[in-house]
């Protein structure tokens, strides 16, 4: 009877997880429609931005803006990270942490050190004790990061600011790109310098009138497509967290109830067994009263 109370006890406690995890997989099922729409919303506008740059990009002299120019020296890096604050997500964070510390690995020899920008509860925790291994330094740490445009502005600015002031030679942005509710890629995008258009030789480019000036236009232009990669990043990284989320606790849910069917199937056999045993003590005393 003990091992009967404690199977009823495993039982109930499996139902109250699977009622967690069923209402964890619901809630990321409504929240997720609203970013995946978001995501794939600006995904046409973030890649039609970016020829619009690379092309200027390939047309204009380097020397009308910092940001075009490739240093001769590079010694440091920027690297952006963006994961999750919340856990229960499958190998979402684990997948982004792989492809960072590999992209670390093959930096050792190019730079001589990486700066972080780790943005996600759980990228901090991870990479707190892991970023001095590959010889790289935390400079900023954001949690609960909404991802709006304006706090894309105001972490690209900073960004921009570490690049034209020396403190960077490269900016990078690592996140999980949104493919479908059950596959996200991680990727490493190269932000700064803006990488032009790829041009065959002999090619002729056309250049353009540009009022009030070339420079002014592009000064104004290209932080404001930093911004825009930053932005489309924290949209597809909260897409693909939740579409992540939403399948992890659906498997979740899942195996529960498998648990619970072998765990009442033992339930039912270790009843019958002390059914059978009372039913033969029964039996027994009455033979012996004979």
């Known amino acids: 009877m003990a091992n009967l109370r404690l199977i009823r006890r495993r039982v109930r406690s499996v139902r109250k997880t699977q009622q967690i995890t069923r209402a964890m997989k619901l809630v990321a099922a409504a929240k997720l429609k609203r970013a995946q729409e978001a995501a794939l919303r600006a995904r046409p506008y973030a890649a039609k931005v970016g020829e619009v740059i690379a092309s200027l990009a390939a047309r204009a002299k380097p020397e009308l803006s910092p940001l075009l120019q490739v240093r001769e ?5 920027d690297l952006v990270v963006l994961t999750s604050d919340r ?7 684990l997948n982004v942490f ?19 920008t780790l943005v996600g509860r759980k990228g901090r925790d991870y990479f707190r004790h892991k970023a001095g291994a590959y010889g790289a330094e935390i400079g900023k740490e954001l949690i609960r990061v909404a991802p709006d445009y304006p706090t894309a502005a105001a972490l690209g600015e900073e960004l921009v600011q570490r690049y034209l002031e020396g403190a960077a030679d490269e900016l990078w942005l690592a996140f999980n790109e949104f493919r479908s509710v059950i596959s996200q890629r991680p990727v490493i995008r190269k932000l700064l310098p803006i990488t032009p258009m790829a041009v065959a030789e002999g090619t002729y480019l ?3 009138l540009y009022e009030p000036s070339a420079g002014a236009i592009l000064n104004e232009l290209l932080p404001r497509h930093l ?3 930053l932005y489309q990043g924290l949209l597809e990284s909260t897409a693909g967290e939740l579409g992540a989320r939403m399948s992890a606790m659906d498997n979740a849910t ?6 619970i069917e072998r765990l009442t199937l033992r339930m039912n056999k270790a009843r019958q067994e002390g059914i059978t045993k009372e ?3 029964i039996v027994t005393g009455a033979e012996a009263l004979k």
Do not use: H, I
């Open 98 to 116: 792989r492809r960072v510390e590999e992209f670390l690995k093959e930096s050792r020899g190019r730079y001589e050190g990486s700066t972080l």
């Open 87 to 93: 856990g229960l997500c499958g190998a979402f964070n």
């Open 254 to 259: 899942r195996n529960a109830g498998e648990m």
């Open 206 to 208: 056309p250049d353009y």
């Open 73 to 77: 020296a590079v010694r440091r890096a």
């Open 279 to 281: 039913l033969m003590d």
């Open 227 to 229: 911004y825009l990669q």
